[in-house]
């Protein structure tokens, strides 16, 4: 039985052997044939004239902001807005309920009328006494009792005009009009509520352009700026960095600054002035601000999507002339929204991979295509 299955494995032995003889005499097998090298989206590093800048926080504040609140009492007829519409100034928004309001007004001038009609009568009353004194048929107590009375229809005549004046002022608040032109708030109450000088806002108007954006600048900022040499605040160009990274299209200027520090925060209030035509800026916005000030220097600016970073630091994908990726260490310097300065280890025109970097490795070909310029941030 030994004997069987010594022979057994021996062949088996034999057949293994059999087969690697015929592995090595067999051809070895071609590598796949390679695909086409892979794409990727390159930007160029470039040279710009930048000026010193220092970051704030900040919050955008509308230039005017207005309540809007009913004056006299009555339930709410009409409302002639959008809401979140632009208005313009003296444009009528919401109307209240006019009988009551027109009543009076009648009411005032009827008497109006009577008081002026008393005086007319006590005007020709002194005439004729005064005559007759004069040739001597009447006395002096009938001319200063034609007086007094003559004095006393004046009093009344004012008196009631007054009241017209006050019924007419009155019927007028029963049409709420913008004070200011800007952009209108949601409507807090509904057509048929009652309403009085009580009740709460009806509405809020915002002015949109220009707008504020103000920021708290702290004593430690205030001492970097002086180090840098950005100038005086007037002197500073405010850029506004919005929530995408991007810089807003308009610059503004400082307009005003708080003429005594927060104890609590040892900060003192600045404020700036933007357009705003676009309406981007909305009140109540959170955003970054720049401050840009000094003489301004080149550097060389690169997009923050192109860097890399390992053990070593930071470090771009370079596309050189043969189309062929190289590694690039660099030093950075302060970022500049969306872009960073690059201050050792590129030239200006040099091609960075921004888009496709996971799919390339050192010294492979590839396939690039330069992206077209970007917003300015």
């Known amino acids: 039985m030994r004997m069987v299955r010594t022979s057994f494995q021996a062949a088996v032995a034999g057949i293994g052997l059999l087969g690697l003889t015929a592995c090595g005499d067999s051809k070895p097998q071609q590598p796949a044939a390679s695909g086409p090298p892979p794409a990727v989206t390159v930007v160029k590093a470039a040279s710009e004239d930048i000026r010193p800048t220092v970051s704030f926080t900040g919050r955008v504040e509308a230039r005017d902001k207005v309540d809007l609140r009913a004056r006299v009492d009555g339930f709410l007829e009409k409302r002639l807005f959008t809401e979140g519409a632009d208005v313009k100034q003296d444009e009528l928004l919401f109307v209240l309920e006019k009988g009551q309001y027109q009543a009076a007004v009648e009411q005032a001038r009827g008497a109006l009328e009577q008081a002026q009609a008393a005086l007319k009568l006590a005007d020709i009353e002194l005439a004729r006494q005064t005559e007759l004194l004069q040739k001597g048929a009447g006395t002096q107590a009938r001319v200063d009792d034609a007086t007094a009375k003559q004095g006393q229809a004046h009093g009344e005549m004012l008196s009631q005009k007054a009241s017209l004046d006050k019924a007419l002022l009155n019927l007028s608040y029963t049409d709420i009009k913008a004070p200011l032109a800007g952009r209108i708030g949601r409507a807090a109450l509904s057509v048929g509520n009652f309403v009085g000088p009580s009740s709460n806002a009806l509405a809020t108007i915002v002015s949109q352009d220009p707008i504020y954006v103000t920021f708290p600048v702290t004593q430690r900022e205030i001492l970097a700026i002086r180090k840098q040499n950005v100038g005086t605040p007037d002197q500073a160009t405010i850029f506004v960095q919005l929530a995408d990274g991007s810089?807003?299209?308009?610059?503004?200027?400082?307009?005003?600054?708080?003429?005594?520090?927060?104890?609590?925060?040892?900060?003192?209030?600045?404020?700036?002035?933007?357009?705003?035509?676009?309406?981007?800026?909305?009140?109540?916005?959170?955003?970054?601000?720049?401050?840009?000030?000094?003489?301004?220097?080149?550097?060389?600016?690169?997009?923050?999507?192109?860097?890399?970073?390992?053990?070593?630091?930071?470090?771009?994908?370079?596309?050189?002339?043969?189309?062929?990726?190289?590694?690039?260490?660099?030093?950075?310097?302060?970022?500049?929204?969306?872009?960073?300065?690059?201050?050792?280890?590129?030239?200006?025109?040099?091609?960075?991979?921004?888009?496709?970097?996971?799919?390339?490795?050192?010294?492979?070909?590839?396939?690039?295509?330069?992206?077209?310029?970007?917003?300015?941030?």
């Open 247 to 377: 810089r807003y299209a308009h610059p503004g200027r400082i307009n005003f600054l708080d003429v005594t520090v927060n104890q609590g925060t040892d900060t003192v209030q600045v404020r700036s002035s933007f357009p705003n035509p676009d309406r981007l800026l909305v009140d109540g916005q959170l955003v970054s601000v720049i401050a840009e000030a000094g003489k301004s220097e080149t550097a060389l600016l690169v997009p923050q999507q192109a860097l890399q970073f390992d053990q070593a630091g930071t470090y771009v994908l370079v596309i050189d002339n043969d189309n062929k990726v190289q590694v690039r260490r660099i030093e950075t310097g302060d970022n500049r929204g969306a872009q960073v300065i690059v201050r050792k280890g590129l030239a200006a025109g040099e091609r960075l991979v921004t888009e496709g970097i996971q799919r390339v490795r050192p010294g492979l070909t590839v396939n690039a295509t330069e992206a077209g310029p970007g917003p300015r941030t």
